[in-house]
């Protein structure tokens, strides 16, 4: 990537290079990894729409919530872990707006590194995040409110249980290290592997075989690097295709045949940086990769753009910015295309969209100034098109009852539970340990969350059914 300072007027860099974004997000160390959490609640609404845990009413008052799960994975530094920490950037100028598109009563987010205790590798190799083997992220909304943002942007979903009082959105992000590291797994388990990252890898690769539908994030800045003597101009490389060509390979085996994928394109050059000269030169490169891997034919490129014309609600949330014409992403669509019909991809290509999910704060200087040039907000209209995209896709990993959620607090529980049990014996020398919990042992850990995905009445209601259904 060029310097900022010493890059000509006439070239460009890429603007996250020059981010001057402080670190917001502390990060944990743990026995496994590295661990960053944020949370978020919106104190007038959670108060006055979620029953307190202690309320008379916590176990009376029905709290019925659906869940709805989207996955999401891809290439390193690719933006998917910015989309998902998008919902709890409270600290962000622009977080209001995008409450005001989603009227959230609060959010989640967890973005998991494993690492060994020995390991000396750094978390990350970019800020803000840690690379991400695993993240996680939620929001929670009223069912009222989430109907009126179906109804706002046109879209159609499947009818949620008549007892539903509340909607939690899920994202599963599985990083791009994470994803290599699956590969490998799946085609020949390593020796030097431990039992603690072969469980996670095994239970990774029950996720993805298991989904529905995936949404895949692709880094144009390493796929389509500058050109070393022609840096205003990117082209495709030829290494990184392959690694490409590879992971979608892999995923059209792992994936059962017609599974939909949804592509998003982030870190986009300035449309000027791919004029036709860089288009043709890409085009010949993926035609010689995809000849030597698999024995594909020329198969010439077309212009025929479904993913254009999105309807009257994309064109009035996203304007003149929607960048489906940009010709990088263009070029993906095309390639994904003749890359499906070269017989190595058996999986259904949804669309192909770009992720601007961040911007220039309009109230710092214009990029190209020498203070804060770089600082990159949030851009709720984008952020809002991914969210609208995956609904109109049909892209849900899984919809369902909250127990999966509830299990994975009873766990937490049952540990914590233990855990002071146990130091209660050591401090008074005595004999005390329970190896049992009850609905009023999780009402106390309940009670004790700073903020949770669900409504704690929803996971206290939902005690004995989760119960049942995990010792059956």
């Known amino acids: 990537l060029l310097s900022p300072m010493d890059a000509p007027s006439e070239r460009w860099t890429y603007p996250w290079a020059r981010s001057s974004k402080v670190e917001t997000l502390p990060i944990t160390r743990t026995p496994y990894g590295y661990v960053q959490r944020a949370l978020y609640q919106q104190p007038d ?5 979620v029953l307190e845990v202690d309320s008379p009413f916590a176990t009376v008052v029905a709290q019925g919530t659906q869940v709805f799960t ?56 970019e800020l803000p995040f840690v690379d991400t083997d695993l993240g996680q992220s939620s929001f929670l909304m009223g069912v009222d409110d989430f109907n009126f943002f179906l ?17 939690v959105v899920q ?17 020949n ?19 993805l075989q298991g989904a529905r539908r995936t949404v895949f994030f692709l880094n144009a800045s390493t796929l389509f690097p500058p050109v070393p003597t022609d840096p205003g101009r990117v082209c495709l490389d030829a290494v990184q295709l392959q690694r490409l060509v590879a992971r979608v390979a892999w995923l059209g085996y792992t994936l ?11 870190r986009l050059p300035p449309p000027s940086a791919f004029p036709d000269r860089s288009r043709t030169e890409s085009w010949t490169t993926a035609q010689r990769i995809m000849k030597v891997h ?82 990159l907000v949030l851009h709720p209209p984008a952020i809002m098109a991914t969210l609208i995209r995956l609904f109109r896709g049909k892209m849900l990993h899984a919809c369902r009852d909250p127990d999966m959620l509830v299990a994975r607090h009873l766990v937490v529980c049952f540990r914590d539970t233990q855990a002071r049990l146990h130091d209660t014996e050591l401090a008074e020398g005595g004999t005390l340990f329970d190896y049992w919990m009850d609905a009023e042992d999780f009402r106390r850990y309940l009670n004790g969350l700073e903020v949770c995905e669900l409504p704690e009445t929803t996971l206290l209601q939902r005690f004995g059914h989760t119960v049942h259904a995990m010792t059956d």
């Open 294 to 375: 698999f024995q594909a034919t020329d198969n010439d490129d077309d212009d025929d753009d479904d993913d254009d014309d999105e309807g009257p609600v994309m064109a009035e949330l996203l304007g003149t910015e929607g960048g489906s014409r940009h010709p990088l992403v263009t070029f993906i669509r095309q390639l994904m295309r003749a890359i499906h019909s070269a017989g190595c991809w058996a999986v259904h290509t949804v669309g192909v969209f770009p992720a601007e999910h961040l911007t220039h704060n309009p109230w710092l200087p214009h990029p190209g100034s020498t203070t804060e040039e770089g600082e």
């Open 189 to 207: 388990t390593p020796s030097g592997v431990d039992r603690e990252t072969r469980d996670v890898l095994k239970r990774s690769l029950a996720l």
């Open 171 to 187: 994202f599963i992000e599985l990083g791009g290290d994470h994803l290599d590291a699956m590969m490998g797994f799946a085609d």
């Open 151 to 167: 109804h706002e942007f046109d879209l159609t979903i499947e009818p949620v249980p008549e007892d539903t009082v509340f909607i």
């Open 256 to 266: 059962p045949d017609g599974h939909g994928c949804l592509f998003y394109v982030s």
């Open 45 to 49: 609404l959670h108060h006055e729409t």
């Open 70 to 125: 989207f996955l999401v994975l891809g290439d390193q530094n690719a933006g998917k872990t910015t989309f998902l920490h998008a919902f709890t950037n409270s600290s962000d100028p622009n977080f209001l707006r995008l409450t005001s598109y989603l009227p959230m009563l609060s959010s989640t987010f967890v973005n998991t590194r494993f690492l060994q205790p020995e390991s000396t590798m750094p978390p990350r190799d």
